[in-house]
């Protein structure tokens, strides 16, 4: 029974392993012709990529020897042309090595004929010298007088003659210039007042403010009359209501202090709140915005002149002349007319039409400090065109147009002349406004010259000069004495019709801010 179990485990494990062999062997052949296939496979991928990269070799072979064939091309041709232009080149310094031979042959030879020629002229001005001698020799004898002294007989009478005929030249010619330097002047002169043809209109000393209806003088006055004190008080300014339909006059000498009246009061009639605070509200903001008017007004004036630049402090007091007025001429005005007279004639007579154009519009730039500074508007105007960088020759020509220094250049006599011009303008100034408005000038300059004095406004055409006094340094009863103190130094420096009235203001201001 053991025995029949072995043998069929034997026989079953022999058939199993001829099983196994026979499917190894299977296995091992199909594995061998998977490698041989794979092998091919591997050999012609091997074989195609060789080819491509022989290709591309071959490929880039021949586009590189195409591009080393084009740049050599090139290079040969550069070379070639370069070649050409060298022997251009040398074929033309050849010709010219050739021309300068020539040259200098041609030189040598003419050098020799210079030199014979030199000699000969030597010889020959030997020879003339000895003639002169022997000549001169001869004269002496038959003249019985030396050469010399001949010499001097007869250069007394060329001298004698020469100063008869030249007095009657000098003469001549002088008649005749004056005659056509008058011809000139007048035409030149008459063409450049045609040129400027500018009107007069002389500045008066009060400006009309048009009311809405006459039932605004009653709130423009205010309770007691407190309104129109507050704008008195701030700007110095009479306001005159009066039975004129619609409107309110302000009078006062200061043109400055009249506009800024007459632009405040404006804005307080639009606003329809008049009040005293309100007032001085309105008037001060008005007084910081004249400043940018003023620069405005200078910068206006550079562009209407066509003049390139300027410093800024210059602009500004050019804007200020706008508000003053010279023998009611304004200043602004006849410096824009100064100017362009005398850069038209300068034009006319070939100078510096700039410089004399920018010397004439800042002849009477002083005039806009003179009542600030002391000094005279010439004075004052020379140092501002220094300080601020202008030209010498600017300088020169403004400063001599009142005669106080000699002018040196054509530009100056011009604008002394072109000043003249517009100032005796008919109409042009009025010597009788110029006199009140200095003497009310004259008026304030005292009231202001007291220590404590803050402010002093000349109204009421000159009869009456209103204070502000500084309340820390002047005390109520030191106020009567002030006032009494003025109204002396008033009768002793200044000559008036009538009487004038001195007040002195006093006030105390307690301010506080609720938070």
């Not at 007095?167 to 007042?193: D, K, P, S």
């Not at 619609?246 to 606003?271: K, N, T």
């Amino acid at each position: 029974m053991i025995g029949e179990v072995v043998l069929g485990v034997l026989l079953v494990a022999g058939i199993g392993w001829l099983v196994v062999r026979r499917t190894s062997a299977r296995v091992l052949q199909r594995a061998r012709e998977e490698a041989a296939t794979l092998l091919r496979t591997a050999e012609r991928e091997a074989e195609s990529r060789v080819k491509e990269a022989e290709l591309s070799a071959k490929e880039k072979l021949l586009q590189a020897r195409t591009e080393f064939e084009a740049v050599a091309s090139k290079r040969r041709a550069e070379i070639e042309s370069v070649e050409r232009r060298l022997t251009q080149r040398e074929d033309s310094l050849d010709k010219r090595l050739g021309q300068v031979e020539e040259r200098d042959r041609e030189l040598a030879t003419r050098e020799k004929g210079l030199v014979a020629r030199e000699q000969e002229s030597e010889r020959q001005a030997a020879e003339a010298e000895r003639l002169v001698r022997e000549q001169r020799q001869r004269l002496e004898q038959i003249a019985g007088m030396t050469a010399g002294q001949a010499k001097e007989e007869l250069i007394h009478t060329i001298e004698d003659q020469a100063r008869v005929e030249g007095a009657q030249l000098a003469r001549r010619i002088e008649e005749e210039a004056r005659e056509q330097a008058g011809r000139q002047a007048q035409r030149i002169i008459g063409m450049a007042i045609q040129r400027s043809a500018s009107d007069y209109v002389a500045e008066s000393t009060v400006s009309v403010v048009v009311l809405p209806s006459d039932e605004m003088k009653g709130r423009i006055i205010g309770r007691e009359g407190r309104n129109i004190r507050a704008l008195e008080m701030a700007t110095g300014i009479d306001l005159i209501v009066d039975d004129t339909p619609e409107a309110v006059i302000l009078s006062g000498f200061d043109p400055f202090r009249r506009e800024i009246a007459r632009v405040a009061l404006e804005r307080l009639i639009a606003d329809g709140r008049i009040h005293p605070a309100r007032v001085e509200e309105v008037v001060e903001k008005v007084k910081a915005e004249f400043d940018q008017r003023i620069q405005q007004e200078g910068e206006a004036t550079l562009l209407e002149l066509k003049i390139p630049s300027m410093h800024p402090e210059l602009l500004r007091l050019l804007g200020r002349l706008r508000y003053r007025f010279s023998y009611g001429q304004n200043v602004l005005h006849h410096s824009k007319e100064v100017a362009f007279l005398a850069a038209t004639m300068a034009a006319e007579l070939r100078g510096n039409a700039a410089v004399a154009k920018r010397a004439g519009l800042l002849h009477d730039i002083g005039k806009a400090i003179d009542r600030e500074v002391e000094g005279t508007h010439l004075e004052l105007g020379i140092e501002l065109l220094r300080k601020h960088g202008e030209s010498e020759e600017v300088v020169h020509a403004m400063a001599c147009h009142h005669g106080d220094y000699e002018p040196q250049t054509l530009e100056a006599v011009l604008v002394t002349a072109a000043d003249a011009l517009s100032a005796a303008r008919p109409g042009a100034r009025r010597e009788v406004l110029e006199t009140y408005v200095k003497r009310l000038e004259k008026l304030e300059e005292i009231a202001s010259s007291f220590k404590g004095v803050q402010k002093s406004y000349a109204i009421q055409a000159g009869r009456e000069i209103r204070v502000v006094v500084d309340s820390g340094k002047i005390a109520d009863d030191q106020a009567f004495v002030l006032s009494k103190e003025i109204a002396r130094r008033i009768e002793a420096e200044l000559t008036y019709p009538g009487q004038i009235k001195v007040t002195v203001i006093r006030e105390t201001r307690a301010v506080e801010i609720a938070r």
